[in-house]
Nanobody, 120 residues
Framework: QVQLVESGGGLVQAGGSLRLSCAAS????????VGWYRQAPGKQRELVTS???????TYVDSVKGRFTISRDNAENTVYLQMNSLKPEDTAVYYC??????????????WGPGTQVTVSS
């Protein structure tokens, strides 16, 4: 069964950087669209960034110029580089990926999330 696991979260001071990784494992045939969501305390989950299988990207306005999504299909890994972090970036970050596997033709998979805390 396909699984996603995020890593790289932690505590950082405002202005600092973190790089999140999302590693997919299992009987993977291909990874198509990927993205990162986040949910801050008391707020709804929001889409932070996405990347299509063709490489086109989207970013929520609040992170444009600071965050970058990338992927390494050979390693079945998605990354989120976060620079110039602000306290308002504090949230649980979730990786999501549309994956074709040997058991499921196409399905969205979610990681369990990783906490990012930015101190002021």
């Amino acid at each position: 069964q396909v699984q996603l696991v995020e890593s790289g979260g932690g505590l950082v001071q405002a202005g600092g950087s973190l790089r999140l990784s999302c590693a997919a494992s299992g009987n993977i045939l291909s990874i198509d669209a990927v993205g990162w969501y986040r949910q801050a305390p008391g707020k709804q989950r929001e889409l932070v960034t996405s990347m299509s299988s063709g490489g086109s990207t989207t970013y929520v306005d609040s992170v444009k110029g600071r965050f970058t999504i990338s992927r390494d299909n050979a390693e079945n890994t998605v990354y989120l580089q976060m620079n110039s972090l602000k306290p308002e970036d504090t949230a649980v970050y979730y990786c999501v990926a549309n994956i074709r596997s040997t058991t499921t033709y196409s399905q969205d998979y979610w990681g369990p999330g990783t906490q990012v805390t930015v101190s002021s």
